[in-house]
Each structure stands twice: as C-alpha cells, then as structure tokens.
C-alpha cells in the first residue's frame, strides 16, 4: 500500500512508524529540519513543503496512494489537503480535527471536504475518559461506527441484580442487543428465555448511552450514578466534551475553569453541569468546594504542568481516581508512577485510532472475545452483497453460521436490528460471530 | 459659545412628519360612522386637516442625508407617540361635548386610548356621538400593537431604520426578524393583529346575534378594537358587563391572546405550536392569571356583600384578573364593591403585565421571570461564590448586561409608581378631595403601567374627571413616558443625548 502523510508531528509521526514496516510510507511536513530528521528514525520517503499544495502531493505521488492521512494540528490545513488529494487520485483519506463543528458536517454529508474517515482527536479523547469513568465493570469495551456504538463485555458478579433474570427481562433497553453470553468459557448465543446466572460473561452491543445504564443494572455498586460526584478540572474542549458525554449518560459533573468568559460559555453549554471560575490550584478553594471528597477528579487543564500539579493535589487531598490529559505521550509513564490513576494522551489515541483504522481487512473494525471463541465485527455492507436486501430473521434462518447483529448504523445514525428490518448497502453492521464462522460471513460482506 | 447638537434631529422630525401625514387613514373610519349615523363629520376634518398641516411642515425640514440612528429613533418614538395622541385629541375638543371639551382631559382621553390605558375622564357616555365614542375605540387598536410597528408595516419611507424604531418602542427584546426584510415582518405581526380583530368581531357579532340583541355590529367592532389590542375603552358604561355571560366569556381568550407574544403565536400558526407552548415566560404569565382567579373566586365566595352564584363568581374572577394582567382594563362588574382581599389580588396583578412582543403593557412576566431567576441564582452562589450559573428563559442563556437592564427598570418602574402616588395624594389633600392611600396607589399603578381602571372614584365603572386638573396632567406625562416604557423619554432629558 502507498500511504502518505501529511504532518510529522507526534500523531503522524506514530501513525508512520507504524505503517513503516509492511508499506510504502511518504511523509510530508512543512518543516525541513523536522523532513530531514525524520529520515534517519523511521524508514520513510520525507518530503518538506506544504502538504496542502498539489505540488508537494504530486511530489509524493498522492495520485497512485491507496490512502492520504492528514493529520498536521491544524484542522483547515488537514481538510484542505484531503481536498487537494480527491483531485489528484481517488485514495482513501483521513483527515485529523479538533473542531467537532466540522466532524459533525461530516458526518452529516457523506463525503465532506474530501475526507473518507475523521478522527476528531479531542472527542476521541473525551470519549476515552467516559469509558474509563463510566464502565469500570466492564471487563471490554470497544467503541465501533466512531463512537456511534458500543461493544461491552460484563462479568456478571455474585448479587449481581441481572443474575438469575432471563435476557428478555435484562434487556430492557430500546436500543440495546444481548449478542452472547460465555458460560464455563463456551459461547451461547442468547435467546429471549435464556437464563443469566452468576459468573457469566455478558456481551451487549448498542448506543454508548444504553450499554452506560446497562451497566448500572449489572454493577449498581461499581457503576458511576447521579449521587457519584465527579469533577473536571479544566474547561479545555476535551473538559467541554467530556462534561457533555458524562452528561449524556445521565452523569452531573462539575467543571472548574479559570478564564471567566470560558467558564461562562461552558455554563451556557451544559445546563445540566455547575461550572466554577476558579484556579484549580487553589487547595483551599477544592477543599471549601469539596473537592477532596469526590469520587472522579479528571484533569483536562491547558499544560502537562498544571494537570500533574491538580492531578497531585487531588490525590493528596484523598480523591479516590484521578484521571489526567497528559499532552506529551513521554510524561505518560511519569503521570502513572506518581500515583496518578490513568493518564491519557490524546495523541497517543489519534494515532492508535487512524493505525486500527488502516489495517487492511474487509472489516473494519475487530474486537477479539474470551480467547478467540467470538470476534466482534464492523462490517460495511457493499451493492449486491449477501446480506443485503432481506429482513434479517429470514437471513439468519439460511445462514449457516453463529451470528448475532447486534447494531446497524445507516448514514451516522444508529438503527437497531429487529427481526424485519432490512439491511441495505452502505449500512454498517456490527455483529458477533463465532471464531469458526468469521470467514463465512465477511466472505459474504 | 452654544454645544453642538449631536442628535440629527431633522430625521427624527421628518418621520414624525411621514406618520403625521399617514393619520387621515385611520381617522376617516370614524368619520364615515359619523356620516352615516348622520353626525357632525367637523371633529374628524378638523383632526385630519392638523394632522395634514401639521405633517407637511414636518416633512418640509427632513434633510434625506441625515439616517435615523438610535438617538434619532429616541427622539422620533417619544415625539411620534406624543403627537398623535395630540391629534387623537382635536376631535374630543371640536365636538366640545361632556367633561373631554375641555383640553387637557381631551389629550388625557387620547393619551390613555393611545397608550391602551383605557382610563376614562368621561362622565356621562349617553353625551356622546356615536362616532366619538368609536374614535376612542379606533385610536385604542392604533396604539395597540405600537405605532411604530405599524408605521413600519406601510410606510415604505422608513426601511430598515424600522428595525431600530421596533427595537426603540419595545425596550424588552431585540427585534425578532422573521424575514430579511423588516417591513415585512411587522407586515406578518400586524397581520396576525388584524386577523385576530377581525374573529373577534366576527366572534362578537355571532354571539351577539344568538344571545344579546345589545351587542350589535357597532359594538363587536368597537370591542375586538379594544380586546385584541389589551387596551380597555367601552362605548358603554358598563364596560362588557353589559352584555351576556357568553359574551364576557368570549371576550377572556380575546385579551388572553392579546398578551401573548405575537412572534411565537407566529410561530404556531406556522406549524410550531411548540415554541409558542413550550415557552417558560408563557407558562409564567398563565400561571400568574391562573393563581390570581383562583385567589379572587375564593376571596369572592368568602365574601358575604357579593352574593354571586357560582358561575358568575368563576366568570368575574376569571374576567376581571384576565382584564387586570393583560393590562385591557376592561369589567364585568364593579369591583370597587368587593372585599378588599380581592381587590387587592387585583392591585397585585396590575404589576405583572403580559408577554413581550404583544399588546400588553406594565412590567411584563419576561422582566419577573428574570428577576426571580436571578435573584434564586445569587441565593446559589451565595453559597458557592465561584460558580458560574447564567439564567436561563427557555433553555437559552440570558445575557448579563440584560439582567442587570431588567433590574435597573423594575427599580425605576417601583420608583415612579411610588413618586406618582405622592404626587396623587399631595395633589388631591391641597384640592381637598378624598382619596384613599389605596385608590391613590390604584390610580398611579393604572395610569403609569396602562391598565385603565383602578379602585374609588377612579373604579371601572368611574371617571378620573374627579382628580384634580393637575393630577390628570401628571396622569398624562407618566402614561405616555410607561407605554413606551420610560428610556425614549427620559434619555431626551440627558445632556448627554443632545451635546455628547
């Protein structure tokens, strides 16, 4: 595969690394000592100059790449590129944001900008955090159709409430499919009457939001609620986002942000969080604002500086998980031996995000279960393929395969599988299946 | 050496002018009443050739250089709103009959009608010709909606320096364009304006015919005039409690929708009913109209000197503070009569005033839906002094500088209320007439957040002719100063405005 990309920043730098070894990897940056240095760590072709004008893209034959990643830290210079490149050849592109103004475009029109695939790093990021903080239960979660939907996998504890409900009775989400159930490490594929029982393995695919209040079923304890008090400290767009995840998951958390106008337009933005305008490393105002008995402090503030300073403070001050924004992927290490609970770097999460995405397969996206027994599959169904045009009842009965679809999304918009609905090229389908099934099915894909 | 003035004052004037000269249109309406009642036409051509002369001299000074800003607009609004209830008043005086020959009481009958007060200095209405009595009606529904509104609507003159003179009128909210295109969009609300007079005629008319031979075509239109338009004034002494209970029940949505604000009820006839539902200023005000009727039909029940049965009792408490928080200042029966826990239920309502952007008056529920959300706010960060909480009106954030405009007009409305009730009760001991501190807190509340009615003498089936000349004067200033609610006035009165 030719792949270029655009942006030797950390980002493009790890996705290059990456990719460096199997293919035919061209980098191009804007600055040539940065060009030039680049040559001698990864085994690539760098070319200095602006990634956005079609002579630098001629240069490095964006014409014959099978894929363009843009991913340079401006949003504009990253579409424009990916313009550039759908005029020059017809490679799959990619392009990395942080404006989620422009992902949201995106996702409303097919195609945008000339973008394939958007990665907006500090939704990502945000998304991250509210896995770590929402689904400590879990025992996997993987997230498919960028974010759309959730894969969890829960184990299901003695005293749990769901123990000893059928599925149908623990299922009572709309938009939440029971997919399979691992007992003593063999899979059942659920029925609406199949008993749940202590020590079983749950796997439930659907919206963020439905597998976030499943899990409060499953794991009341465990599982953050309303009355757990959690704290953003830093009203950065990644602190904005994740306050509004949080709250979308029916989750009230607190933001602290020092600038005023900031703190104002973030209160406007979440009416259901309390914002304050405060430094964050005033230990006294955290203790007057009970801080210190809280049970999430996540700092998202603007320097690795300050979040290791708030981070410290609020560890110190007894806060049970703190979970820090850590900008610089070296300090991640740094952050955990301290003490710090978990450290996230949004980098680090762009890149891995773009690497699983360039992994050659007709699916998309895989999540591997209980050693191989069952994959979880991102399927994009394509024109006159055999799963298309038939309600899927009718579909599973001719099969013969273990399968269970678990959630369709239709032009970024989340459809949940019944008996009578019809797939439709173009959907993405994610679906359990058994390990000795996965070749039949993507084979009909 | 004389300061500069800074203010273009000759546009200001010249669009005085352009109104001035448009006033013929609506005032022919009583003068064909008045030919074919057979009555003297004199008042009306006499109004319609000042109008006209006086309109023309204005127009001679406009200087098509000069743009309408907003000091223009100050000027233009106060001056336009004062001059037209002039004219209104040259027929009262021509016809020369009854307590309104006299001029002062001529311009406090067309200030209150303009302004949709609906306080009356006529004593005995059977003196009257009918197209007088209609003209009061006519300038009622004018002044309604505003004028500028209007103005804006027809005159093709004004274009988009409209937006700036809505904004001047209604100091609440920043005008709610719901076209590119200003005159258009005060075209569509005085549509609905004209569409909603138009049912309540037809509405009147109809019910008139089935139940009450006394509510005849004169009357439903002199009614849906003064309904729609929340402004008060009755060809009949008795105000609606002349006519049929099915009568005064038609007339409550007639008022309630008045008071409602005409973007969202825009909204709704164009398939968005929700915006219009959904609204927390129109919970607010509904709620308030609802908790006050209740109050006064219990207050009412308890009362053994009004001995209503049961449906009358529901009917005048529903009525009255239906009458009293539109600011319409309509009865259906003389309060001044009742106990005074109700009456004072209903002195309470003259403060609440309905929705911005309609035909009502006084405070309106916005500002108090404000003021009460963000006085609870300050109770919050009394406790958490860094939190940042703004106050929301139907999910959406108010602006700070908004707030602190809120509370700095309700002060200033609470200030004047109180001053002009002084100045009542100083005014009426030096002429030696009885007023109560109640009836003088009435008269000031009524006249200045332009209800019409209030309590005593000056009750709705009384007169203000009683208070003293002086008084009624005052009565005048402060009307004209509350309808256009109290900054295009008193800004005029700062140096600032004219020399800075």
Not at chain 1, 211 to 227: G, I, L, R, S
Not at chain 2, 17 to 24: M, Y
Request: aromatic content about 8%; overall charge negative; glycine content about 8%.
């Amino acid at each position: 595969m030719h792949v270029v990309v655009i942006g030797a920043g950390e980002v493009g730098t790890s996705i290059a690394g990456s990719l460096a070894s199997d293919h035919e990897v061209v980098v191009v940056d804007v600055d040539p000592d940065r060009a030039e240095q680049l040559k001698y760590e990864i085994d690539v072709l760098t070319i200095a100059g602006d990634g956005t004008s079609s002579e630098i893209q001629t240069a490095a034959d964006v014409g014959r790449a099978d894929m363009v990643i843009a991913c340079t830290d401006n949003d504009q210079t990253n579409l424009v590129a990916c313009g550039t490149a759908k005029t020059l050849g017809d490679g799959f592109t990619i392009a990395r944001v942080k404006s989620t103004d422009f992902l949201r475009t995106w996702q409303g029109n097919e195609g945008a900008f000339g973008v394939d695939f958007m990665v907006c790093t500090d939704l990502l990021t945000a998304e991250n955090i509210v896995r770590v903080i929402g689904l400590p239960a879990a025992i996997d979660v993987d997230p498919f159709a960028s974010g759309l939907v959730q894969m969890a996998e829960f184990e299901i504890a003695e005293g749990s409430p769901v123990a000893g409900q059928t599925v149908s009775e623990a299922d009572r989400f709309e938009s939440l499919t029971f997919v399979g159930l691992f007992r003593d490490g063999e899979l059942t594929i659920p029925r609406g009457d199949t008993g749940i029982e202590a020590g079983d393995r749950a796997v439930v695919i659907g919206s963020p939001e439905s597998v976030q209040a499943f899990a409060t079923d499953v794991a009341p304890e465990t599982t953050p609620d309303e009355a757990d008090d959690i704290v953003i400290v830093g009203g950065s767009e990644i602190g904005y986002q994740t306050a509004r995840l949080l709250g979308e998951r029916e989750l009230r958390p607190r933001v602290v942000e020092k600038d005023q106008e900031r703190a104002r337009w973030l209160a406007e933005q979440l009416p259901k969080s309390v914002v304050m305008e405060h430094d964050a490393t005033d230990a006294e105002f955290l203790t007057r604002e009970n801080v210190d008995d809280s049970d999430i402090v996540v700092t998202a503030l603007g320097s690795d500086e300050q979040n290791l300073l708030v981070a410290v403070l609020a560890k110190r001050l007894g806060v049970d998980r703190v979970i820090a924004v850590v900008d610089s992927p070296d300090y991640v290490t740094v952050f955990e031996e301290i003490g710090i609970d978990i450290a996230i770097n949004p980098r680090t999460v762009t890149a891995e995000e773009i690497t699983r995405f360039t992994y050659e397969s007709v699916a998309e996206n895989i999540a591997v279960l209980e050693n191989d027994q069952a994959e979880v599959l991102e399927l994009e169904l394509t024109e006159g393929c055999a799963l298309v045009g038939r309600p899927i009842s009718e579909m599973v009965s001719e099969i013969d395969a273990r399968f269970v679809i678990g959630a369709i999304t239709r032009g970024h918009q989340l459809v949940t599988p019944r008996g009578d609905t019809v797939l439709q090229p173009g959907d993405h389908v994610i679906l359990l299946v058994d390990s000795d099934s996965v070749s039949e099915i993507t084979s009909m894909a | 050496m004389t300061s500069r003035i800074r203010v273009s004052w000759r546009a200001s004037v010249g669009l005085t002018g352009d109104v001035l000269t448009a006033l013929p249109i609506p005032i022919a309406f009583p003068l064909l009443i008045a030919i074919y009642y057979g009555e003297s036409p004199l008042p009306f051509l006499a109004a319609i050739a000042v109008s006209l002369a006086v309109g023309a001299a204005f127009r001679s000074v406009k200087d098509p250089a000069e743009d309408l800003g907003p000091r223009e607009a100050f000027l233009a609004v106060a001056l336009i709103w004062f001059l037209v209830a002039a004219v209104g008043a040259i027929p009262f005086v021509v016809a020369g009959v009854g307590t309104v020959a006299h001029p002062v009481n001529a311009m406090f009958e067309a200030m209150s009608g303009l302004t949709t007060t609906g306080a009356t200095v006529l004593v005995d209405f059977s003196l009257h010709s009918r197209s007088v009595l209609m003209w009061r009606q006519v300038i009622q529904w004018l002044g309604g909606l505003g004028i500028l509104i209007l103005a804006t609507a027809v005159l093709s003159e004004i274009g988009v320096g409209g937006a700036q003179l809505m904004e001047t009128e209604t100091q609440t909210q920043d005008v709610n364009k719901l076209t590119p295109k200003i005159s258009r969009t005060a075209q569509l609300i005085w549509g609905i304006y004209f569409g909603l007079t138009g049912l309540a005629v037809a509405v009147y008319f109809l019910l008139g015919l089935a139940v009450d031979p006394q509510m005849d075509l004169y009357n439903a239109v002199a009614h849906a005039f003064t309904s729609v338009a929340t402004a008060g004034f009755s060809p009949e002494p008795l105000s609606v409690g002349a006519f049929h209970p099915l009568i005064q029940w038609a007339v409550v949505p007639f008022m309630v929708i008045g008071s409602t604000s005409f973007v969202l009820i825009y909204f709704a006839i164009n398939g968005e009913p929700m915006r219009l539902l959904k609204n927390e200023e129109f919970h607010f005000y509904l709620g308030a109209m609802g908790t006050l009727a209740s109050i006064v039909a219990f207050a009412l029940f308890l009362d053994p000197s009004v001995t209503f049965g049961a449906e009358a009792t529901v009917r005048h408490a529903v009525f009255n503070v239906a009458s009293i928080v539109t600011t319409t200042g309509y009865a259906s029966t003389d309060y001044v009569l009742w106990a005074p826990a109700a009456k004072h239920m209903l002195f309470m309502g003259m403060f609440i005033g309905g929705m911005v952007g309609s035909t009502t008056c006084s405070i309106k529920s916005l500002r108090w839906l404000v003021a009460l959300k963000s006085f609870r706010r300050n109770l919050y960060t009394a406790i958490h002094p860094e939190a940042v909480r703004p106050v929301r009106i139907s999910g959406k954030p108010v602006d700070e500088g908004a707030i602190r405009d809120i509370y700095a007009y309700l002060l200033l409305s609470i200030v004047i209320f109180f001053l002009l009730t002084v100045v009542i009760v100083v005014d009426a001991e030096r002429t030696g007439l009885r007023v109560t501190e109640f009836e003088a807190l009435g008269a000031a509340a009524t006249t200045f957040l332009n209800i019409g009615p209030a309590f005593g003498e000056a009750g709705p089936y009384g007169t203000f002719a009683s208070f003293p000349m002086s008084t009624r004067a005052v009565m005048i200033v402060l009307m004209w100063i509350g309808r256009i609610e109290i900054i295009p006035v008193l800004v005029l009165f700062t140096k600032a405005f004219w020399t800075s």
